[in-house]
Structures are given as C-alpha cells and as structure tokens.
C-alpha cells in the first residue's frame, strides 16, 4: 500500500482549522467592538454560514466533473484570502455583508474536495482519518488560545490582521499538499448516479440530522464568547475554555478507530445528539459555574468529535468514488443551512429572550436530530432480522 503523505494532510488541516478558531469565538466579539447589535452580529455570522448553501454544492460537482479537486483547493484558498482583504477597506454593515459572502463563497469550496482527496491518499483506511483530521483540532487550539491572550493585551483593531495572517498560510499549506483522486472499491459497486444513491434507506434522514445538529450549534458558535463575558469570565480564560473543548475533540478523534470498530455510526450519531442536548441545557443555564461549564466544553468531544468523524464515514461509505464530492459538498452545504439557521434565530432572541431559551431550543434541536436516528435504527434491524 502506498506511504500516506501524513504531515502534508496534517499541516493543511492544521492551518484551515486554525482559520475557525480565530473565527468561531472570536468573530461575534469583533462586531460587538465594532457597534453591531445583537441582531446584527447575527446576520453577518449567518452569512458565511448561509453560502455553506451554495458554494460546496457547485464546487463539489466541478470537482466530480473536472477531477480537479486539488486546483479547486488551491485557488479556493488563494481566493479566500483576496477577497477578506477587502476587510481593510470599510466597516459598514452592508461592506462587512459584502466581505462576510465574498470570503466564505470560495472558503466553503475548500474542505469538502479537500476531504476527499485526504480520503483518496488513505487508501481505504477509514480509520486513520481520525489520525489526520485531529491536526485540524491543534491548529484550533493555539489559534484559539493564543489570540484570547493577545486580546487581552492589544485592541481588537487587530483582528483583521491575525485572520489575513491565518489565510496566507492555509494558501501555502494547499501548496505542499500532493493529489490523489478516488477508486471505488471493488466491494462496493456504484449504485447508479448521486440522486439514487441519496435516497438509499437512512441518507435522507441523516442529512436531516446533519442541519438540526448545526442548528443546535448556532448559539454556540455565535454567542458563547460573549455570553462568558458577560459572565465575568476573561478573553484568555474564555480562550482556554474553548481550547478545552478542542482538546477533548483531539482525544476523541484519536479514540474514534476503537469506536468504531465497537460501534456502528448510526449509533455513534444518536449519542453525539442526547449528549449535545444536554451540552445546551448546560450552557444555558449553568454557564456561571466553573465546573459545570467545563463538563460542558469536554462535551464537545462527543458533540463535534464524535459527531464529524461519524459524518464523515457515514458520506464515504454511502456514495461511490464519483460522487463522493457531491457527498461531501451536501454535506456541508445542510451543515451551513442548519449553522445560518441558528445563528439568525439565536441573534434575534439573545436579547428579547435571553440564553436560557436560546440554548433551549438549540437542546431541542439536538433532541429531534436524536429521535431521527433513533427511528431509523429501529427501522434498519426490523429489516436485517
């Protein structure tokens, strides 16, 4: 079996994650120093989300038809960076819309036909996928910590900066990486094109889940970092409880093979969902006390480590080598729509409703994901017996 080209993949996921975390916790904070309301800071946190709609389903399906998935990355990436740089030029809301769109149209068409080319480089060797993708983790947390502290000590002011800085080097990381396109496996044959194969038993569900679990991620992704700071909670103790989160994905992502070969995916999926429902209960209401708000970012493993890893598998074990882009692509684009979704609601009841609510509708969320795959377990062994 061919070498696999593990700190190439390694650095490219290290350096795009790192990109997320200097946006999830920070990107709300940096509206709020900006002036933006509540609602506002909802919207423009939506709007790269909301591209997640559109920009992976059409990069996905250039890249199953052209098989140029490594030069999609490659300019994705350039054109990511190029067009947040126009950040530097205004700050009006309807500029920042402008950049928010423009950045993330090309920044969504880089992971999901990077997945598959890193899927291709395995070889079929599902399980190190953990292996790879945890550097993407890493690169998390020291951007995440490392820019919690730097807030502290310098103004906000900056925060374009250190995002350009980040993009600059996901540019050059696409540079190192080799190409590799998929084979089908000879177990598996295709199963005629990317439609018939979506509506398989249970995919259809499963994508369901996909947009209710980003959903139930939206005031997460949107609001914790200031919902913190209103708790009296520091930026870098604020970054080191979002560390903490990562941390533990990490060593979820590193346990993942054993789980698998324990568990199915479809059950892995149904805990990741209860226990996200209960994550949100959590932050809601008990965010003020330092113990339980730990718990509740080590339950970040099970809520996005467990979660993607199972997702993940889930799309390559249930599309064919030419529509595994297409797979991914769907995939991300119902993660954007749930995500967009529970940014927009969760921005306009932070304030009228408050965090208790928000979050509890984001654990209910989480909670329908449950019993959709619960459902379809049932219905999957009635058929096997």
Not at 185 to 200: I, K, T, W
Not at 253 to 276: D, E, I, K, P
Not at 283 to 305: K, R, S, Y
Not at 339 to 367: C, I, R, V
Request: with cysteine.
């Amino acid at each position: 079996m061919p070498a696999i080209p593990y700190w190439r993949l390694s650095s490219f996921y290290l350096c795009y994650f790192a990109l997320l975390g200097a946006t999830a916790p920070f990107l709300a904070l940096y509206f709020d120093h900006l002036g933006f309301s509540a609602a506002r800071i909802g919207e423009l946190v939506a709007i790269p989300m909301l591209m997640r709609c559109v920009a992976p389903n059409l990069w996905g399906w250039l890249g199953d038809r052209s098989g140029q998935r490594l030069l999609i990355v490659r300019l994705g990436a350039l054109a990511t960076l190029a067009s947040f740089s126009l950040i530097f030029f205004g700050t009006s809301y309807a500029w920042l819309a402008l950049v928010m769109a423009l950045h993330a149209f090309f920044w969504h068409a880089v992971l999901p036909q990077f997945e598959v080319i890193t899927l291709a480089h395995l070889h079929g060797q599902t399980s190190r996928y953990s292996q790879v993708r945890l550097w993407g983790s890493i690169g998390f947390i020291i951007t995440v910590v490392g820019l919690g502290r730097l807030f502290e000590w310098l103004s906000l002011d900056i925060y374009p900066v250190a995002l350009v800085t980040v993009m600059a080097a996901i540019v050059a990381a696409s540079l190192w990486v080799p190409n590799a396109h998929p084979v089908e496996h000879v177990e598996r044959p295709a199963a005629g094109g990317f439609l018939r194969q979506l509506g398989a038993p249970g995919v259809l569900a499963f994508y369901v889940c996909v947009a209710l679990m980003q959903l139930s991620h939206g005031p997460y992704y949107t609001f914790l970092t200031l919902h913190l700071e209103h708790l009296g909670y520091s930026r870098g103790a604020i970054g080191l409880l979002w560390a903490l989160g990562v941390v533990a994905e990490v060593l979820m992502f590193m346990l993942m093979g054993r789980v698998f070969a324990r568990f199915s995916v479809q059950s892995v999926l149904l805990v990741s969902f209860l226990l996200a429902a209960l994550r949100w209960l959590l932050l809601g209401n008990l965010a003020d006390e330092p113990v339980v708000l730990i718990v509740a970012q080590v339950l970040h493993a099970a809520t996005f480590g467990c979660f993607h890893a199972a997702s993940i598998a889930f799309v390559q074990s249930s599309f064919g080598a030419r529509q595994q882009g297409q797979g991914q692509a769907l995939y991300a684009a119902l993660s954007g729509t749930g995500g967009a979704l529970g940014a927009l609601y969760s921005g306009y009841s932070w304030k009228q409703l408050g965090p208790a609510f928000t979050f509890g509708m984001a654990s209910a969320a989480a909670l329908a994901a449950a019993v959709i795959i619960a459902t379809c377990l049932i219905a999957t062994r009635t058929r096997s017996r």
